[in-house]
C-alpha cells in the first residue's frame, strides 16, 4: 500500500514540482525561451557597474560574465591554426601546463591553397572541437586580412590576394568552428596588412579598395558565415584606429551588414574612451597588459572600465551605448559558454591528425616538375639527399599569436624516413637561422661555411636531392610584430640551392613558408614544391605528394612577383610601403593578380596555378543565357577530363572581366572555383553559379555597388594566367 501511494505521489506530484521549479527559473536561464528574451531578462537584472564590467578584460585572455546571477565568463584563445597553449592569466608568458599541447592544423594560407570549401568546414570543425575541449568560447580564427605586399610578415596567418576566395573559405571554417558552440572570431577588421608600424599605421586607402578588396572577405564572413564576434585591427583607416572607427564598426559592420555578435579589439588596440564607446566597440581586450598590472591598478581601469562607467554615470554618455554592448555580449555568452547542448569537444586525436593531414596534402603546391622528375618511385633511389634546416625546423611554434605548442610535428625529414627508409637518406642542415626570438635576430652558432660545404659534399654524392628551405618564424621573417626585410631566401640559400644544383642536376626545392620569395636559381631546377606551414602533419603530407601516394592539387592563393617591385603595392616606393606614421595604398584596387594581369606584368607565378601528376582537359564554357538581368545567377558549365593515367583533382576556377566600364576595372576578376576529382580518363560536366550582382563594382560617388548594363566576359581557367575558354554574356536593365 505505501509502495503504491509513493508511485502515486511520485506520478502524480512530478509534474507540479518540475512546474514550479521551471517557474522558478529565471527567464535569462530558461534555454526554453528565445534568445532575445533571455537577454533582455539578464539585462533588467544588472547593475550598471555589471554593464560596465562585461565591455572590458579581466584577465589577458578572458572577459567577465555576471557573476553575482552566475551568468558566465568568457575565454578566449588564438589562434588561427589551432588552439594556443595556456598563457599566464595577465601576460603572455606561457603558464607551461602539461596538458594543452594541442594539434596543429596548418596555416590559413596552406588552407587556402586547397580551394576546398568541404575541407575548409572539417577543418573548422576540429579546431573548434579543440577549442571546446580546452574550455575556450571564443577561437581568435579565421584571419582573412588580404596579400598586399609580399614583405607582410603576418601573410601566412590568412588567405591569400583575392577577396573571393578568402571569404568563400572562411565561412565554412567560421560554420565549422560555431557547429560546437565555440565562437569564431573573423579578423582583424580591417586593413591589417604590414606590421612595420602596425600599432599606428594610419591607412589612407579609396573606397573603392576598401569595398572591393579589404572589406569583401569580412561582410561574407558576417553575412553567410554569422560569425559570432569580429576582432578590430590596429591599423588607423584616415585617422581613426580601426578598433574605434565609426564608419568601419557602427557604420559598416553593425548597421549595412547587420552585424548582431560582438566587436572585440585586438589587444591594446583602443586609445580613447569616447571613441571605442560610441564608435562601436563591445569588448576591450589586452590594453597596456604587459604583464606589470600594478601600473593600471587592475582591468577596471581599462577604457571600457571605471573611465567608461564615469561617462554614464554623469550622463556624457547615453545607457542606450552599454544596452547595445551588453546585448551583444550577452548574446555571445548564450550562443557559447552558456549554451547547455553544446558537447565537450576533442582534443589531439586521430580524427584531427587525418584532417591535418588531409588539408596539408591537399594545400601543398606543385609549382614546377620538368620531365616528371617527381614522384619519386619508392626503390628508384638509394641515396636521397634532404638538405635544409626546414627538413627538421620546428614550425608550429613561435611567430607571435599563431604560435602553436604541440602534442607532435613530424619533421619533412622524419616523414621522408618513414616512407623512402631511413636508410636510403642522408641529412645535411646546410645553412643554420638560429632560435625563434621575439623582437630580435639571434645568428646560429653553427659555422655557416661548414655546413654550406657538408650540404654539397652532401648533394654530390647523392641520386637525387630534396632540398627543404623556405622562410621560418624567426623576427624578420614570417612573424607577428616584424616585416620580412627581403625579398629573397635568407640565410644565403640562393647561393646554397645554385651551388647544390651545380654538383647535382635532380635537386628538387621544397619552400615552407607563407609567403612569395624570389627565385633567382628557378631556371636550373627541375622541380619545385610550395609546402606552406603544414602543422603536425607536414611531413607524412610531404612524404606523401613526393612519393606519389598523393596527387598534389593544391593552387597559389597569391601570386609570386619575379621581382619584389613587380608587386602593385611596392612598385611605387616608400609612400605606398611601408610608409612611416601614413601609408597611402596607392595601388588601389590593383592587388595582387589584379595588377599583374592589368599591367601585363608576367609573375614568375601567377594566381591560382598549380600542377598536378596528371593532365586535365577543359572543355569550352557555356552558359544557360546569353542576356541576364541584375537580379539572375549565371548558370556556366563546362567539361573536364582527367587525360593522364593518374586520379586527381583540379581546381577550376571561372573569373569575369567587364568588357567597358566607366571606371577602371581589373583585366579579370575570380567570380567562381570548384575543385573537382576525377578518375584517370574521366569526364565530369563542371557546373557553378554566379550572381549577376556580384559582377558589380562600388561606385564612390553614390557611395554603393553598381552593375553596369553591358558585356561581360566570362572565362574558365586552370589559374589566372591559363585562360581555357571564354563566353560573352550581356547585362540588361
Ligand atoms: C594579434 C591578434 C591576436 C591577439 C591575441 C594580437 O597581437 O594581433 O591577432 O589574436 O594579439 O593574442
Redesign the pocket.
Known amino acids: 500500500m505505501k509502495k503504491l501511494l509513493n508511485a502515486f505521489c511520485f506520478l502524480f506530484l512530478l509534474p507540479f514540482f518540475q512546474l514550479t521549479a521551471q517557474h522558478l527559473i529565471p527567464d535569462y536561464l530558461n534555454p526554453d525561451k528565445s534568445i532575445e528574451v533571455r537577454i533582455e531578462n539578464a539585462l533588467s537584472l544588472m547593475t550598471l557597474d555589471e554593464k560596465v564590467a562585461l565591455c572590458h578584460a579581466q584577465s589577458q585572455f578572458s572577459s567577465s560574465g555576471v557573476p553575482r546571477l552566475g551568468i558566465p565568463e568568457i575565454n578566449y584563445s588564438?589562434?588561427p591554426n589551432g588552439v594556443r597553449e595556456e598563457l599566464m592569466n595577465n601576460s603572455y608568458a606561457h603558464a607551461n601546463w602539461r596538458n594543452d599541447s594541442c594539434t596543429g592544423f596548418p596555416a590559413l594560407t596552406c588552407l587556402a591553397a586547397t580551394f576546398n570549401p568541404e575541407i575548409a568546414y572539417d577543418y573548422g570543425v576540429a579546431m573548434g572541437e579543440e577549442a571546446l575541449y580546452r574550455k575556450k568560447d571564443v577561437l581568435?580564427s579565421p584571419?582573412v586580412n588580404i596579400f598586399r605586399t609580399p614583405m607582410n610578415g603576418r601573410n601566412f596567418e590568412f588567405m591569400g590576394e583575392d577577396p573571393f576566395l578568402t571569404g568563400q573559405l572562411a565561412v565554412p571554417v567560421i560554420k565549422g568552428i560555431q557547429s560546437n558552440g565555440v565562437a569564431a572570431c573573423v579578423?582583424?577588421v580591417a586593413l591589417s596588412n604590414q606590421e612595420t608600424n602596425r600599432k599606428y599605421i594610419n591607412v589612407m586607402v579609396s573606397d573603392r579598395a576598401l569595398h572591393e578588396i579589404y572589406l569583401p572577405a569580412f561582410k561574407t564572413a558576417v553575412e553567410d558565415g554569422k560569425s559570432w564576434t569580429v576582432?578590430g585591427s590596429?591599423s588607423r583607416l584616415r585617422g581613426q584606429y580601426c578598433c574605434q572607427n565609426d564608419l568601419l564598426l557602427n557604420k559598416i559592420i553593425k548597421k549595412d551588414w547587420n552585424f548582431d555578435g560582438v566587436i572585440l579589439a585586438?589587444?591594446?588596440g583602443v586609445h580613447d574612451t569616447h571613441e571605442a564607446a560610441l564608435n562601436g566597440l563591445d569588448v576591450e581586450m589586452?590594453t597596456n597588459t604587459d604583464g606589470n598590472l600594478s601600473k593600471y591598478d587592475d582591468y577596471n581601469n581599462y577604457n571600457l572600465g571605471f573611465p567608461f562607467l564615469r561617462l554614464l554615470k554623469n550622463g556624457e554618455i547615453p545607457l542606450s551605448v552599454v544596452h547595445d554592448k551588453c546585448r551583444r555580449i550577452l548574446r555571445l555568452i548564450i550562443r557559447t559558454s552558456m549554451n547547455r547542448n553544446r558537447g565537450f569537444g576533442k582534443f589531439v586525436c586521430e580524427d584531427h591528425s587525418a584532417i591535418a593531414r588531409k588539408v596539408a596534402e591537399e594545400g601543398i603546391v606543385l609549382l614546377k616538375n620538368e620531365n616528371n622528375l617527381l614522384p619519386i618511385q619508392k626503390g628508384k633511389y638509394k641515396k636521397i639527399a634532404v638538405i635544409g634546416e626546414n627538413a627538421t625546423r620546428n614550425l608550429t611554434a613561435a611567430g607571435?599569436?599563431s604560435e602553436l605548442k604541440v602534442k607532435y610535428e613530424i619533421s619533412p625529414l622524419e616523414g621522408l624516413k618513414t616512407n623512402f627508409g631511413k636508410e636510403n637518406i642522408t641529412f645535411s642542415y646546410g645553412y643554420s637561422a638560429g632560435p625563434n626570438t621575439w623582437g630580435k635576430v639571434v645568428d646560429s652558432k653553427l659555422d655557416k661555411d661548414s655546413l654550406f660545404k657538408a650540404a654539397v659534399e652532401t648533394a654530390r654524392n647523392a641520386d637525387i636531392v630534396l632540398f627543404i628551405g623556405g622562410l621560418n618564424k624567426s623576427w624578420f621573417q614570417e612573424t607577428?610584430g616584424s616585416d620580412r626585410k627581403s625579398y629573397n631566401l635568407p640565410y644565403n640559400q640562393d647561393d646554397l640551392i645554385e651551388a647544390i644544383q651545380k654538383v647535382n642536376k635532380n635537386t628538387v626545392v621544397l619552400l615552407l613558408s607563407g609567403n612569395a620569395v624570389a627565385m633567382p636559381w628557378l631556371q636550373k631546377v627541375p622541380a619545385l614544391l610550395q609546402c606552406w606551414y603544414s602543422g603536425s602533419e607536414a611531413g607524412n603530407a610531404i612524404a606523401n605528394i613526393i612519393s606519389g601516394e598523393i596527387n598534389p592539387s593544391g593552387k597559389l592563393p597569391f601570386s609570386f612577383p619575379k621581382k619584389l617591385e613587380d608587386n602593385g603595392a611596392m612598385s611605387f616606393g616608400g609612400k605606398s610601403y611601408p610608409g612611416d606614421s601614413v601609408v597611402h595604398y596607392m595601388e588601389d584596387i590593383l592587388v595582387g593578380y589584379r595588377w599583374y594581369d592589368t599591367k601585363k606584368i608576367v609573375p614568375q607565378f601567377p594566381f591560382g596555378y598549380g600542377l598536378s601528376y596528371t593532365s586535365f582537359e577543359y572543355g569550352k564554357i557555356t552558359t544557360d543565357k546569353k542576356t541576364y538581368k541584375t537580379d539572375d545567377t549565371i548558370t556556366l558549365s563546362f567539361t573536364l577530363t582527367n587525360t593522364g593515367k593518374t586520379d586527381g583533382s583540379e581546381a577550376t576556377q571561372v573569373y569575369a572581366t567587364q568588357s567597358k566600364a566607366s571606371v577602371l576595372r581589373p583585366a579579370k576578376e575570380l567570380k567562381a572555383f570548384k575543385k573537382v576529382f576525377l578518375k584517370a580518363g574521366e569526364t565530369q560536366t563542371v557546373e557553378m553559379k554566379i550572381k549577376v550582382k556580384d559582377l558589380a563594382f562600388y561606385n564612390e560617388k553614390t557611395q554603393s555597388w553598381i552593375v553596369e548594363p553591358g558585356e561581360f566576359i566570362v572565362r574558365n581557367a586552370s589559374s589566372v594566367a591559363d585562360v581555357k575558354s571564354s563566353i560573352s554574356i550581356t547585362v540588361s536593365i
Do not use: A, F, Q
Request: glycine share 34%; hydrophobic share 20%; net charge negative.
Open positions: 588564438d589562434g581568435l584571419g579578423k582583424s576582432m590596429y585586438d589587444w591594446g589586452g607571435g599569436s607577428e
